[in-house]
């Protein structure tokens, strides 16, 4: 379980050095759903894809976010990748 800012970006920047070693060079995503809840906030869908130097997909996923409007931009409150 990550305590600090600290850990979750030392976890993230793992996880980004392993997709490059692995081939990753690009990411890009299609499929977006988009649909309102309420005022201000929003549930989104996406299809994202981890492309080489080439772009030929390494990896794919879908995952869906909540985020809110705030006067800073969209903030993402949770995230879940679909189960394949």
């Known amino acids: 379980m990550f305590t600090t800012a600290a850990q979750v ?4 920047q793992q996880v980004l050095d392993d997709y490059f070693q692995r081939g990753c060079r690009g990411c890009r995503f299609h499929e977006l759903q988009a649909q309102a809840l309420g ?3 929003l549930f989104a ?3 994202w894809e981890l492309t080489d130097a080439t772009g030929a997909v390494l990896l794919s996923w ?3 976010y909540t985020l ?6 969209l903030r993402i409150h949770s995230s ?3 189960a394949e």
């Open 39 to 41: 005022s201000g906030n």
């Open 62 to 64: 879908r995952e869906s």
């Open 9 to 12: 970006g030392a976890y993230f």
């Open 68 to 73: 809110t409007r705030t006067d800073a931009g």
């Open 80 to 82: 879940a990748d679909h």
């Open 45 to 47: 869908s996406l299809t």
